[in-house]
T-cell receptor, first 112, second 111 residues
Framework: DAEITQSPRHKITETGRQVTLACHQT?????MFWYRQDLGHGLRLIHY???????NKGEVSDGYSVSRSNTEDLPLTLESAASSQTSVYFC???????????FGPGTRLTVL | QKEVEQNSGPLSVPEGAIASLNCTYS??????FFWYRQYSGKSPELIMF????GDKEDGRFTAQLNKASQYVSLLIRDSQPSDSATYLCAVFSGSARQLTFGSGTQLTVLP
């Protein structure tokens, strides 16, 4: 069955370290997204991609970067982790713009 | 003003009752509307989507869309304790090319 996976599921890191969160989908979806979810803020869009080599900034992109070299993967990199980036991160994918987004299981990141 | 507004709740209903969840949005050009359910510690999962004005029914769930009033709602009939979760409203704007989520409404169905 097609699915979307994220790794690691839990990560603890220190401030200033570079961290990469992986997202892999086997839906063959063109579109992939990264969100963070914090209490009181709901899901906020970090970056998104509407195809290979396409990346776009979302609402809360500062301190994050993505690259899309193939259809299946959209890794999210925190260049220099900050305590404010402690959050739960969700990856999602969709077939096309405006279609249903399917979410991965999430990564809980703690920055000490 | 947040683009997608939901009553944060918590909303409590007795088992068997109808739960009504509401959402308003600010972008008149919004095209697609989604309701997700999220259990504590889990990822959001799609319940329903709706594109056109009116009602759309799927089992115990009914989504209602009124684009003139910029309002979308979700009704859950015969609520069950297993429906206890946070319900997220999401709106897709063609101009922004993004899905925007509300903060969610926490629903508790009391046995």
């Amino acid at each position: 069955d097609a699915e979307i996976t994220q790794s690691p599921r839990h990560k603890i890191t220190e401030t200033g370290r570079q961290v990469t969160l992986a997202c892999h989908q086997t839906w063959n979806h063109n579109n992939m997204f990264w969100y963070r979810q914090d209490l009181g803020h709901g899901l906020r869009l970090i970056h998104y991609s509407y195809g290979v080599q396409d990346t776009n900034k979302g609402e809360v992109s500062d301190g994050y970067s993505v690259s899309r070299s193939n259809t299946e993967d959209l890794p999210l990199t925190l260049e220099s982790a900050a305590s404010s980036q402690t959050s739960v991160y969700f990856c999602a994918s969709s077939r096309s713009e405006g279609n249903t987004q399917y979410f991965g299981p999430g990564t809980r990141l703690t920055v000490l | 003003q947040k683009e997608v507004e939901q009553n944060s709740g918590p909303l409590s209903v007795p088992e068997g009752a109808i739960a009504s969840l509401n959402c308003t949005y600010s972008d008149r050009g919004s095209q697609s509307f989604f309701w997700y359910r999220q259990y504590s510690g889990k990822s959001p999962e799609l319940i329903m989507f709706i594109y056109s004005n009116g009602d759309k029914e799927d089992g115990r769930f009914t989504a209602q869309l009124n684009k003139a009033s910029q309002y979308v709602s979700l009704l859950i009939r015969d609520s069950q304790p297993s429906d206890s979760a946070t319900y997220l409203c999401a709106v897709f704007s063609g101009s922004a090319r993004q899905l925007t989520f509300g903060s969610g409404t926490q629903l508790t169905v009391l046995p």
